[in-house]
């Protein structure tokens, strides 16, 4: 099976990164898809981005690459560079305790994000019940163990 790399990071000295990590019992506050040199993230203010590598890890001190098994790559790429431009999800980022649908394709947060493309790309993460809350915290937890990739 293929993987797909993902990048987690947190920037410890910015107050949302904060509030993102205490509400949502993380080590990491955003999540993006990387796609070769560049990634598909949601971030506030411009929604659904292609960002560059490079600048993504320079604007965030704290950051980990990690794989995920995908059967298709491309696909999840495809489903997530789909949205390119659609708004950030305030009300699922503000509201995660109120059982937001991400599941619903209108606005994105970054880990609501990385899970429908997964989805959407053949490669679903999470039980279908699983549909009102996913973190970057959740995302990382699904991440397999170094010694299991090694052996792989």
């Not at 649908?101 to 606005?107: G, P, Y």
């Not at 880990?111 to 995302?139: C, I, K, M, Y």
Request: charged share 15%; glycine share 6%; with cysteine.
């Amino acid at each position: 099976m293929s993987s797909l790399r993902l990048l987690f990071c947190t920037n410890p000295i910015n107050p949302l990164s904060w509030l993102i990590r205490a509400g949502s019992w993380s080590h990491w506050s955003h999540v993006a898809l990387i796609d070769g040199d560049s990634v598909i993230e949601a971030i506030a203010i411009h929604g659904v981005v292609r960002t560059p590598l490079a600048a993504r890890q320079a604007q965030d001190p704290r950051w980990s690459i990690s794989p995920l098994p995908c059967a298709n790559p491309a696909a999840v790429i495809a489903a997530a560079s789909s949205q390119i431009g659609k708004p950030y999800d305030y009300t699922g980022v503000l509201g995660v305790g109120l059982h937001r649908n991400w599941q619903e394709d209108d606005s994105w947060f970054c880990s609501e994000l990385v899970a429908w493309a997964f989805d959407a790309g053949g490669s679903a993460l999470f039980r279908p019940n699983v549909s009102h809350r996913v973190t970057p915290q959740d995302l990382w937890m699904l991440q397999p163990s170094m010694d299991a990739l090694q052996a792989a």
